[in-house]
């Protein structure tokens, strides 16, 4: 019999299992009512709030996995959400994930639609305007080599995937945008990486920027000169319009790009955004 007394000044001690919470890795909102918030944390499930963040509800808690990645809200209608799960940030404790889920109650129900072996979804679009074409990208497990990782789309709503763009077993999808104003147009970015219990290495032939102008039919790998290029090219077809101002944004996104800052100037240069400040 355990005599108590012998283990009174005993402190307590949390041994595991370990589970690394408190990041944020997904939002989207309603942009016709932006009170309607959804938010993925890397291992806290799915929230939403429907009063501008006050107060929030999980509403992922029954799905087998909360390790979330990125989450896309179709606007024509919001009802219909998606969420990719497994976290996209290769830390040394991120998340895997087990695929994409889909929701056309606004969240109180889910489906499971596929791409389970991507292990971790960091990137979701969906066409604008069709609800049935989607666009999802996968980082794919940091610790294992795959080739289930890369640029899927979907055309029927996730009943069925095509993988649209790939370049080794060890590089996934880190950003991806599309054009406003032409949903064929999408600009992403492979990451090369692998991760080992004691060591990282990053960057490597198969990490680069693609561009598509047929919805992902072809792609066309855009190296620092071709990219500023490219853009010196968009820019010069609107000159006659504003030529100081978009003379001055080319100028910019250049320097952006040649200095790492990520798709900014993508977005500055091709989609006609505004110019972000530079410090």
């Given at each position: 019999?355990?005599?108590?007394?012998?283990?009174?000044?005993?402190?307590?001690?949390?041994?595991?299992?370990?589970?690394?919470?408190?990041?944020?890795?997904?939002?989207?909102?309603?942009?016709?009512?932006?009170?309607?918030?959804?938010?993925?944390?890397?291992?806290?499930?799915?929230?939403?709030?429907?009063?501008?963040?006050?107060?929030?509800?999980?509403?992922?808690?029954?799905?087998?996995?909360?390790?979330?990645?990125?989450?896309?809200?179709?606007?024509?209608?919001?009802?219909?959400?998606?969420?990719?799960?497994?976290?996209?940030?290769?830390?040394?404790?991120?998340?895997?994930?087990?695929?994409?889920?889909?929701?056309?109650?606004?969240?109180?129900?889910?489906?499971?639609?596929?791409?389970?072996?991507?292990?971790?979804?960091?990137?979701?679009?969906?066409?604008?305007?069709?609800?049935?074409?989607?666009?999802?990208?996968?980082?794919?497990?940091?610790?294992?080599?795959?080739?289930?990782?890369?640029?899927?789309?979907?055309?029927?709503?996730?009943?069925?995937?095509?993988?649209?763009?790939?370049?080794?077993?060890?590089?996934?999808?880190?950003?991806?945008?599309?054009?406003?104003?032409?949903?064929?147009?999408?600009?992403?970015?492979?990451?090369?990486?692998?991760?080992?219990?004691?060591?990282?290495?990053?960057?490597?032939?198969?990490?680069?920027?693609?561009?598509?102008?047929?919805?992902?039919?072809?792609?066309?790998?855009?190296?620092?000169?071709?990219?500023?290029?490219?853009?010196?090219?968009?820019?010069?077809?609107?000159?006659?319009?504003?030529?100081?101002?978009l003379a001055r944004a080319c100028n910019q996104a250049a320097w952006r790009f040649q200095h790492n800052s990520g798709l900014d100037m993508l977005k500055l240069i091709c989609f006609n955004e505004p110019i972000p400040s530079l410090h």
């Amino acid at each position: 019999e355990l005599d108590l007394d012998k283990i009174s000044n005993l402190k307590i001690r949390s041994i595991g299992p370990s589970n690394m919470s408190g990041r944020i890795t997904a939002i989207d909102v309603v942009t016709k009512n932006t009170k309607i918030i959804y938010v993925g944390a890397a291992s806290g499930g799915v929230w939403k709030s429907e009063n501008g963040g006050t107060a929030w509800k999980p509403i992922f808690d029954e799905q087998p996995t909360q390790n979330i990645g990125a989450i896309n809200i179709f606007q024509d209608n919001p009802n219909i959400v998606w969420v990719g799960t497994g976290e996209g940030n290769p830390r040394n404790s991120m998340n895997l994930g087990n695929g994409i889920y889909k929701s056309v109650d606004g969240g109180k129900t889910w489906k499971h639609m596929g791409l389970g072996q991507t292990k971790t979804i960091h990137r979701i679009i969906s066409d604008p305007k069709d609800p049935n074409v989607l666009y999802v990208g996968a980082m794919g497990d940091p610790f294992s080599p795959s080739e289930n990782r890369g640029l899927y789309k979907t055309n029927d709503g996730g009943k069925t995937w095509k993988r649209i763009l790939f370049s080794n077993k060890t590089s996934g999808v880190a950003d991806l945008v599309i054009d406003p104003k032409n949903s064929k147009k999408l600009f992403a970015t492979l990451y090369e990486h692998k991760r080992t219990t004691h060591y990282f290495k990053s960057g490597g032939p198969g990490s680069g920027i693609y561009l598509t102008e047929d919805g992902g039919e072809s792609w066309k790998k855009l190296t620092t000169k071709k990219l500023i290029s490219y853009m010196e090219d968009r820019s010069n077809q609107e000159l006659r319009h504003e030529p100081v101002k978009l003379a001055r944004a080319c100028n910019q996104a250049a320097w952006r790009f040649q200095h790492n800052s990520g798709l900014d100037m993508l977005k500055l240069i091709c989609f006609n955004e505004p110019i972000p400040s530079l410090h």
